[in-house]
């Protein structure tokens, strides 16, 4: 296998982790005698820095012609206070709509050893494993029309899906339920908005095409409710860009850290991966950040861009070897034990692939 992949590194702790993921791929290829050629582009608050916009032309360019993209984060505090396409986050916007990318996969599970790491008692997070399936380029995102009045009084967004928007993305959830346990909840609030009602009509007609899939349908409170105290009966949750934005964050918080979920988001051609924690600039630069999101990502982006099935196992696999060991980033450590460094614990995971 040969293969091109972009590298936005990003803000805050992204370059780190990046280097992470990257230690892992290096080890895949060593293991199977692959060749990717990685290519860094600067992306959000570092791109604002060197060029004063944050995705430049060249990045875009790279991206378009590779054949996935890796992100390490994206957010820097010092433009906060900057108009919205002048803030590193837009970059993120602009860059899934240019690569059409519509579908944000997010799975959760439980890791080894780390049962009791989250907030909820082991019994209840036991058998968690499940995929948050996330519409990414509608809703209120970007919907027109929006912005704020004048005399900076008030503010309005507009919600809007179609119903190719929703067909397309929920046949994406129902050809992964169809693969994994054969249940799917959709999440909505159709006791509230129109575009509710649109959503479920459409995703329960789609149904029919699906009949060894069970769907059903969930508003979003009751998902939210439901993803703190029965987690493993989930599957496969789908939903729209918001209520996906909130409650794919809510499942690794249930799980035990942000720092643990992988992200690939999906759409024509060429995918982007990303570890879904965030810039999290508080730790950037001190070698405590978790690397396992970025390191699943990369396993996502080995089977989703290139079909390589087995050495998306065998990270996983190397990853949860290494925590069966007992290494714990800080994010995850128990109290009153030593946890490891960012860079510790990557030397862990790549020993662990080296000698499988």
């Known amino acids: 296998m040969n293969g091109h992949i972009v590298l936005l590194p990003g803000d805050g702790i992204g370059p780190e982790v990046t280097t992470a993921a990257c230690a892992v791929l290096h080890a ?17 608050g570092a791109a604002l820095r060197a060029t004063q916009v944050p995705l430049p032309d060249e990045t875009l360019q790279a991206a378009t012609a590779a054949d996935a993209v890796f992100l390490g984060a994206v957010g820097d505090p010092a433009f ?50 499940l995929m948050v399936v996330r519409e990414l380029t509608g809703g209120l995102y970007y919907g027109e029309p929006r912005g704020l009045a004048a005399d900076g009084q008030s503010a309005h967004n507009t919600l809007r899906y179609s119903v190719d928007e ?51 349908h969930e508003y979003v409170d009751s998902a ?3 993803l703190a105290l029965a987690p493993s009966t989930i599957d496969v949750l789908l939903t729209e860009n918001l209520f ?22 999906l759409g024509a051609k060429v995918g982007l991966f990303e570890p879904v924690h965030g ?38 696999q190397a990853i949860d070897d290494t925590l069966s060991a007992g290494l714990r980033t800080a994010d995850i450590a128990d109290p009153g034990t030593t946890p490891a460094a960012t860079s510790q614990f990557t030397a862990a995971v790549t020993a662990a692939l080296s000698r499988a």
Request: hydrophobic share 45%.
């Open 28 to 44: 895949v290829e060593a293991r199977f005698g692959h060749t990717f050629h990685t290519a860094p582009h600067l992306i959000g």
């Open 80 to 129: 906060d206070q900057a108009p919205p396409g002048k803030r590193p986050e837009s970059a993120l916007l602009a860059i899934r709509k240019a690569l059409g990318l519509y579908a944000n996969l997010r799975p959760a599970r439980v890791w080894s050893g780390l049962e009791a790491s989250g907030p909820l008692k082991p019994s209840v997070l036991a058998g968690t494993d």
């Open 166 to 216: 929703i067909t397309r993305i929920a046949r994406v959830a129902f050809d992964l339920a169809r693969r994994r346990r054969g249940r799917l909840v959709s999440v909505d609030k159709a006791n509230v908005l129109e575009v509710s009602q649109l959503w479920r009509r459409t995703v329960q007609q789609l149904a029919t095409e699906y009949p060894e899939v069970v769907l059903t």
């Open 224 to 226: 939210a409710m439901k």
């Open 244 to 265: 996906g934005d909130i409650l794919s964050d809510e499942a690794g918080a249930v799980c035990g850290s942000l720092g643990l979920l992988p992200s690939a988001s």
């Open 279 to 316: 810039s999290a600039p508080t730790i950037a630069g001190r070698d405590i950040a978790n690397p396992i999101g970025a390191m699943a990502s990369m396993a996502m982006l080995l089977e989703h861009s290139f079909g390589l099935a087995s050495e998306a196992a065998a990270i996983t």
